[in-house]
């Protein structure tokens, strides 16, 4: 079990990164820490660059200049071993649930006699436990996210991203992965997790990170950047208007 105290200190900044393809900035973030516990929700319209930014900090991309750090150190191959992300349309292996678990904790070294309970406890835990023999990929899409975001908790990780991971799921399925991302923040897991949804902003974030045009617009206290955004395009992203 991590200690609580020392991922409540740690920071995960981004300073001076910026991506560009074909003349083209896709991203430009001057600087943005996140160094509270969390969890961190990113919003913003289509194409603002959320995916990237998660990319980014997640060390998949790497960005033309500037740099990616965790609490200081530029983001290297120990850091990217304690993160763990689930994509939006996460692919599963052609096995069984708990085959696919039991992939992830071999994996990392988990000898076979402990990997059992550890799946077991994982499958509680998504309310997968009836499903522990059932083929991964004939799972429905809230059941199949779920497994994904287990696959990536047995990695026991630092930081969790998330890439809008209910967009396609109905308010049941919803509030049942809403449940374990703040149960996994609550034992201390960093959340940074991209939404669409405000409501769910609202329910989950401490901190919201506002994007636009490939900017961070806004970066503050969940309820001062829903009530009180400082920014235009926050405030017209929320109102439902259009940002262009
Ligand atoms: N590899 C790439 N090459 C060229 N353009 C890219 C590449 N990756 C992303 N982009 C562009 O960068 C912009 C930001 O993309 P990104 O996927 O981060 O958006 P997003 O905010 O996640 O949008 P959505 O809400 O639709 O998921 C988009 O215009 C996208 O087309
Ligand atoms: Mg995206």
Same mark, same amino acid.
């Given at each position: *079990?991590?200690?609580?105290?020392?991922?409540?200190?740690?920071?995960?900044?981004?300073?001076?990164?910026? /991506?560009?393809?074909?003349?083209?900035? %896709?991203?430009?973030?001057?600087?943005?820490?996140? +160094?509270?516990? !969390? #969890?961190?929700?990113?919003? !913003? #319209?289509?194409?603002?660059?959320?995916?990237?930014? %998660?990319?980014?900090?997640?060390?998949?991309?790497?960005?033309?200049?500037?740099?990616?750090?965790?609490?200081?150190?530029?983001?290297?191959? +120990?850091?990217?071993?304690?993160?763990?992300?689930?994509?939006?349309?996460?692919?599963?292996?052609?096995?069984?649930?708990?085959?696919?678990? +039991?992939?992830?904790?071999?994996?990392?070294?988990?000898?076979?006699?402990?990997?059992?309970?550890?799946?077991?406890?994982?499958?509680?835990?998504?309310? %997968?436990?009836?499903?522990?023999?059932?083929?991964?990929?004939?799972?429905?899409?809230?059941?199949?996210?779920?497994?994904?975001?287990?696959?990536?908790?047995?990695?026991?990780?630092?930081?969790?991203?998330?890439?809008?991971?209910?967009?396609?799921?109905?308010?049941?399925?919803?509030?049942? /992965?809403?449940? *374990?991302?703040?149960?996994?923040?609550?034992? !201390?897991?960093?959340?940074?997790?991209?939404?669409?949804? /405000?409501?769910?902003?609202?329910?989950?974030?401490?901190? /919201?990170?506002?994007?636009?045009?490939?900017?961070?617009?806004?970066?503050?206290?969940?309820?001062?950047?829903?009530?009180?955004?400082?920014?235009?395009?926050?405030?017209?992203?929320?109102?439902?208007?259009?940002?262009?």
């Amino acid at each position: *079990m991590r200690d609580l105290t020392l991922d409540m200190s740690s920071c995960l900044s981004v300073d001076g990164v910026r /991506i560009t393809r074909k003349g083209k900035s %896709l991203l430009n973030v001057p600087h943005l820490a996140l +160094d509270g516990p !969390g #969890p961190t929700l990113i919003l !913003g #319209p289509n194409g603002s660059g959320k995916s990237l930014l %998660l990319r980014c900090l997640h060390g998949l991309i790497v960005s033309d200049r500037g740099q990616v750090r965790q609490d200081g150190v530029a983001l290297n191959a +120990d850091h990217k071993a304690r993160q763990a992300m689930v994509f939006q349309q996460p692919v599963l292996l052609r096995r069984s649930v708990a085959a696919n678990l +039991d992939f992830v904790l071999k994996r990392q070294g988990m000898p076979r006699s402990a990997r059992k309970s550890r799946i077991e406890e994982l499958l509680a835990e998504g309310g %997968l436990d009836g499903k522990v023999r059932q083929s991964a990929r004939s799972l429905s899409g809230g059941e199949a996210q779920r497994l994904a975001i287990l696959r990536a908790l047995a990695l026991d990780p630092e930081t969790l991203f998330l890439d809008e991971p209910t967009s396609a799921l109905d308010p049941n399925a919803t509030q049942m /992965i809403e449940r *374990m991302i703040l149960r996994a923040s609550t034992r !201390g897991v960093r959340i940074v997790m991209v939404t669409h949804d /405000i409501g769910q902003a609202r329910r989950l974030a401490a901190d /919201i990170v506002m994007m636009q045009g490939g900017h961070v617009v806004e970066h503050g206290a969940a309820k001062q950047v829903l009530d009180a955004p400082k920014s235009d395009a926050a405030r017209r992203y929320l109102a439902g208007g259009l940002v262009t």
